[in-house]
């Protein structure tokens, strides 16, 4: 995700209402230590994230921070940053992830050694997959074991704790001294944000954050470390593409990680008029390019669908704008082949390719590939290619795109005892429509006929590694950059997913961040039923067991009350429509009012039809 300016930028520290949120509240707000105060290694280190003008540190606490932790609290007065306390190290992140996704701005993440890493694995490795940015910092040691204290200073010591997260971090470091320390966090503080964006770590020895230091120890003077300018795209190529589109008679736009700048997708949409190009998006990434266009024939989902497949099959020139997989998508649309189309592939992802992590896709049989923004190359080609040329082909390509209908019913239901997931689409979006709802995070089974995108903040995207119990730290961590936006912010979970991850849900109470979470719960980690049913089915063996070891039943849990517990308002559990409607509306109040609110809906165990019969991997021996 590039980095855009902050679209809704929060409220300055202390600027909001006393009442806003407990974040400001003055248990949480002491003073700071005075200008002359003795100065610790871990203070110097505050004062940077300050400089750096770093709003928020989530965390969990741990010894091998606590000198950064004291630092935060009474040197600072945990003022910018502000503490976010999360009950879990994978929330603290997830809630900087979903901070990242609306902002494009790094939240730092204090993680401790080594169990507070090991925590949090999953979520880095989600918000590495998903190239967003964030400063994750770590205790460690003593480092000199002279000085451990025995036992627990052992076994929180390693020799390489970045070794844990290398594979799916930018980059990482364990500085030796005070003075390092800072240049390893202004170095970090580049990399992190320099498209593509991720993860990166710093490991910090407790000592050096528990030393005194004298006066010689300074901040870099930060305007002379600037984060470096990335490359613009080559004339001579960005000619090529422009000449190779417009002479183009079936041009095709796929949009993958893209900028949530509103101006951006301007130009996106203005390209694509210009060549009559269709375009695919998808919601792996946030909302890229208004999905009602008509232009926009396909429903986006998380695979490319029949239709998307029949638009690549049908194209003789793609354009992809950092489409996360690329080659894969070619290779399924042409059934194992690739089509015959001229590939142009704009991508900055290449910069963090590494031997660890496959995330990078398959490699795409690229025409012409550019490692560049493929915000900057849509700007570019807009100066390059005149709407009059190719007036009569763009002509034809809106006559031939046919609108679609708003909401299909495409889903198959297997139950009426519940609410159908179709209908649960259906009755979210049309009653939300009203009150400017952002989408956080929509389920997997969700049908994509139910995406009605009309601007970057309708639908904030997904978790980008596919690690199930990111979804409450997310909601939190978005919905609290969304607070002065003016949009309503709803996260749709499963039910695996938000009893992974539940106990987020306190750091939003807790901090006063106005979210409306739906559980769509169908008491099952589902996606593995289907799985499970076609190996049965290859197989010839009794598909009704696709359940057993599946369904969360016997207790069912009571998820309204798991909110409750937490401080949340709880409504449910809802199992008909009009129900639903009522609990929304209630919820839309309570949201509007400040609260966190969960949503326990009961849905019938069944995705979408489109959905369901991509989620499963072909199996072998399938004919
Ligand atoms: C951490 C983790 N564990 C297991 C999985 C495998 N997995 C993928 S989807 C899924 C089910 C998710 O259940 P839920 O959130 O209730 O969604 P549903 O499929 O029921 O709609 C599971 C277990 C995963 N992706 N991540
Ligand atoms: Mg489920």
Redo the contacts with the bound molecule.
């Keep these: 995700m590039t980095p855009v300016p902050h679209p809704n930028p929060l409220p300055a520290c202390g600027a909001r209402e006393p009442s806003d949120a407990s974040v400001d509240s003055p248990v949480e707000r002491p003073q700071p230590s005075p200008p002359n105060a003795s100065r610790w290694g871990s203070d110097v280190i505050a004062e940077l994230l300050r400089e750096l003008d770093v709003d928020f540190i989530a965390l969990t606490p741990g010894a091998s921070f606590r000198g950064l932790h004291d630092s935060l609290v009474n040197h600072l007065g945990n003022e910018r940053p502000r503490m976010l306390l999360a009950l879990h190290e994978e929330h603290a992140v997830s809630i900087a992830h979903g901070y990242a996704r609306v902002t494009g701005r790094p939240m730092a993440v204090a993680l401790h050694a080594n169990v507070g890493l090991m925590h949090a694995t ?1 979520a880095i490795f989600n918000a590495w997959c998903d190239r967003v940015p964030m400063l994750l910092l770590g205790g460690v040691g003593p480092m000199d074991a002279t000085q451990r204290r025995p036992w627990v200073d052992w076994i929180h010591t390693a020799r390489d704790l970045g070794a844990l997260v290398r594979g799916y971090t930018k980059w990482d470091d364990q500085p030796a001294s005070v003075a390092a320390a800072l240049e390893a966090i202004v170095r970090a503080w580049q990399i992190t944000a320099t498209p593509p964006a991720a993860p990166v770590y710093v490991a910090i020895d407790a000592a050096l954050q528990e030393q005194v230091v004298d006066a010689r120890v300074t901040l870099p003077p930060l305007e002379r470390f600037q984060r470096p300018l990335t490359g613009d795209p080559p004339n001579e190529a960005v000619e090529r593409i422009a000449t190779a589109l417009t002479k183009a008679a079936r041009p095709l736009l796929l949009v993958g990680r893209v900028s949530s700048d509103p101006a951006d997708w301007r130009r996106r949409v203005e390209l694509a008029e210009r060549l009559g190009a269709r375009v695919l998006t998808d919601l792996k990434t946030g909302a890229t390019f208004p999905t009602q266009h008509a232009l926009h024939p396909c429903v986006p989902g998380m695979f490319v669908g029949a239709d998307g497949c029949s638009l690549i099959r049908d194209a003789d020139v793609i354009l992809s704008l950092d489409w996360i997989d690329v080659g894969g998508a070619l290779r399924l649309a042409g059934g194992g082949e690739w089509p015959g189309a001229t590939l142009i592939h704009c991508s900055p992802d290449q910069y963090c390719h590494n031997g660890w992590s496959m995330d990078y896709q398959a490699l795409p049989p690229a025409d012409i590939a550019l490692l560049a923004s493929p915000d900057a190359l849509v700007a570019r080609l807009l100066e390059r290619i005149d709407a009059r040329a190719i007036a009569l082909d763009a002509e034809r390509a809106r006559a031939d795109a046919s609108p679609r209908a708003a909401t299909a019913a495409s889903v198959e239901s297997v139950s009426r005892s519940d609410v159908s997931v179709d209908e649960l689409a259906r009755t979210t979006i049309d009653t939300l429509a009203p009150h400017a709802p952002s989408y956080i995070r929509l ?3 969700w049908p994509g006929e139910a995406c009605r995108f009309a601007h970057p903040l309708d639908y904030i995207g997904f978790d980008g590694g ?4 990111s ?1 409450p730290g997310m909601a939190v961590g978005a919905a609290l950059a969304l607070q002065s936006s003016g949009r309503l912010p709803i996260a749709i ?8 991850g539940l106990t987020a849900i306190w750091s939003g109470v807790h901090y006063g961040v106005p979210l409306l979470v739906v559980v ?11 799985h499970q049913e076609r190996t049965a089915r290859v197989r010839e063996r009794p598909v009704e067991n696709r359940w057993i070891g ?1 369904r ?1 039943s016997d207790p069912v849990p009571d998820l309204a009350k798991l909110a409750q517990g937490q401080g949340a308002v709880g409504i449910g559990p809802i199992a008909d429509v009009d129900g639903y409607v009522r609990a929304l509306a209630d919820a839309v109040a309570r949201v509007k009012a400040g609260a966190t609110v969960v949503i326990d809906v009961h ?1 019938a ?1 069944e ?1 979408a039809r489109a959905v369901s019969s991509a ?1 499963v991997r072909h199996i072998p021996g399938e004919r």
């Design positions: 999953m389920p997997i089974g596919g690690g199930i119990g979804g979970l499963g039910d695996g997913d938000y009893l992974m769509a719960n169908n008491h099952s980690f589902f996606n593995d039923e289907l599946m969360m849905v165990p995705y989620v």
